[in-house]
Each structure stands twice: as structure tokens, then as C-alpha cells.
């Protein structure tokens, strides 16, 4: 079964950073898959952030959100099986639980990658607080 856990979220000051990671269990990257970040707010949808598509571990495709381009790097390492995102200076609107999420169909596309319904597995999520 496959099961995704974060961790790396916490409580930081503006312009500061943050990384996430996302350890994975089960879920091996030998054909076109989808990993990545969401985000989402009190009151507010659920939002992507950061997704990066492979093929046999090489990625090959990263897609962001307009808001944190420049911001946000997402990346991973094979060996450890496990997806990072780096974030970095901090705004208090990055305030928000990050869930990482992954499609083993690859079908993220970058007309439909923030679409949370396409991904079929989710982690329990991560808090991140920034203040100012």
C-alpha cells in the first residue's frame, strides 16, 4: 500500500525558509508519474503548489504555482525515495497545511496539474505558519 508521509513544516518568520519532504513507501517512479505539493489555507480550496513529472526517475516536466515561482523548488532523490520542497523566503500567504500527493499515471499536464482530483495518493500533511 502505498503511503506518503511529510514532514519539515513549522512555525518561521517572513523571508525565511522552509524545506518539506515527502518519504514514500510502495510507490516506486519506474514509469510516467506525478509527484508534487498542495497547500491549503483556513476558508480557503485546496491549491498546487509545486508538481514534477517523471519517467524511469528522471524528471522531466515541474510545473508551480504563479505565487511561488522564483520562491519554491521542488525536487527529489531516487535513492531515498522521497520528494523535497524548498522553500524559501517565506510570506505570511504560504501560511498554510502542505500535503504531498502523487499520480501513478502520470497524467499531471501543465493545463490540469493543480487539479487535486487527479492524484490518487495524499499524505496526512505538514504545517507551515509564517509571521511577520
Known amino acids: 500500500q502505498v503511503q506518503l508521509a511529510e514532514s519539515g513544516g513549522g512555525s518561521v518568520q517572513v523571508g525565511e525558509s522552509l524545506r518539506l519532504s515527502c518519504a514514500t513507501s510502495?510507490?516506486?517512479?519506474?514509469?510516467?508519474?506525478?509527484m508534487g505539493w498542495f497547500r491549503q489555507a483556513p476558508g480557503k480550496e485546496r491549491e498546487g503548489v509545486a508538481v514534477?513529472?517523471?519517467?524511469?526517475?528522471?524528471?522531466?516536466?515541474?510545473y508551480y504555482a504563479d505565487s511561488v515561482k522564483g520562491r519554491f523548488t521542488i525536487s527529489r532523490d531516487n535513492a531515498k525515495n522521497t520528494a523535497y520542497l524548498q522553500m524559501r523566503d517565506l510570506k505570511p500567504e504560504d501560511t498554510a497545511m502542505y500535503y504531498c500527493?502523487?499520480?501513478?499515471?502520470?497524467?499531471?499536464?501543465?493545463?490540469?496539474?493543480?487539479?487535486?482530483?487527479?492524484?490518487?495518493?495524499w499524505g496526512q500533511g505538514t504545517q507551515v505558519a509564517v509571521s511577520s
Open positions: 514534477m513529472k517523471s519517467r524511469s526517475h528522471l524528471v522531466y516536466s515541474t
Open positions: 500527493a502523487a499520480d501513478s499515471t502520470g497524467g499531471c499536464r501543465s493545463d490540469n496539474w493543480g487539479d487535486s482530483s487527479g492524484y490518487n495518493y
Open positions: 510502495e510507490f516506486r517512479v519506474d514509469g510516467t508519474a506525478c
